[in-house]
């Protein structure tokens, strides 16, 4: 109880000082009130706009999120694995890790076109490099002795990936999970914002041009409850679940 509480104080410490600074401005225009938001919100979601817009944003998500993970681990086990793939694959690296989100989703669309593809190849490649880095150095990490009790029994490849190198990477993998589910979701409004025609990025950028302050906190605030729902109920406990042999 303890543990959910704690949380939910600080959450409504935040919701507090949201209800002073709207107070302080005294224009509902600039920062309205948090119960102000119930009736948008509500007009929204019964209407199906609100769902339908933050379905397409939460696809976009789980594809970025999916294609990014998995090709970070491969790429960050390699260079981990290998001092020469590393030597190889390391400037890309740097390049990639400070290459502007913004510059590799206006080239994706200039090259792609304003598709579905060019929206999620653009999160995709903001990504990898984060994932990468965090899995290199897990798998630079990896104990000498296990890789040697291995090759002793000569495990099978698959084997040897299951019960030897995935528990030692796991933590490394939640933490990178972690971190990048809470900036792919960012960049995927980013996307939207400048070249979709549906999703919750794509219905702030409506409601910039209107200057409906409200009507952008909605939308704003309606995915940022589905993100911690997400980081609450499935990455932490995975997380906590991953790293408990370690504390055994």
């Known amino acids: 109880m303890r543990g959910v509480g704690t949380p939910a104080l600080s959450l409504l410490g935040l919701v507090s000082l949201w209800v002073v600074a709207a107070a302080l401005s005294a224009d509902p225009t600039v920062l309205p009130q948090p119960w102000a938001l119930i009736g948008p919100f509500w007009d ?41 793939v590393n030597q190889w694959l390391d400037p890309w690296l740097v390049v990639f890790l400070n290459l502007p989100a913004l510059v ?25 490099p984060n994932v990468t880095t965090v899995i290199r150095e897990g798998a ?64 702030i950028h409506l409601y910039f041009q209107l200057f409906d302050v409200g009507m952008v906190l909605v939308y704003a ?12 109920l499935i990455l932490q406990p995975w997380e906590r679940r991953v790293r408990r042999w370690r504390l055994a």
């Open 44 to 84: 929204e979601l019964r209407s199906g706009e609100l769902l339908y817009h933050l379905g397409h944003t939460l696809l976009r998500v789980i594809w970025a999120f999916l294609l990014a993970m998995t090709l970070g681990c491969l790429l960050g086990l390699a260079m981990g694995r290998s001092e020469r």
């Open 104 to 128: 590799l989703i206006v080239l994706c669309y200039l090259w792609i076109g304003l598709t579905e593809a060019a929206a999620i190849a653009a999160v995709t490649l903001n990504k990898v």
């Open 140 to 203: 630079r990490a990896l104990s000498p002795d296990l890789d040697a009790l291995a090759g002793v029994y000569r495990l099978p490849l698959m084997d040897r990936m299951r019960h030897v190198v995935l528990p030692q990477l796991a933590p490394f993998m939640a933490a990178a999970s972690r971190s990048g589910i809470a900036v792919i979701w960012k960049i995927v409004l980013v996307v939207e914002f400048l070249g979709r025609s549906s999703g919750v990025g794509f219905q």
């Open 221 to 232: 605030f309606s995915f940022i409850a589905v993100m911690l729902a997400v980081e609450w």
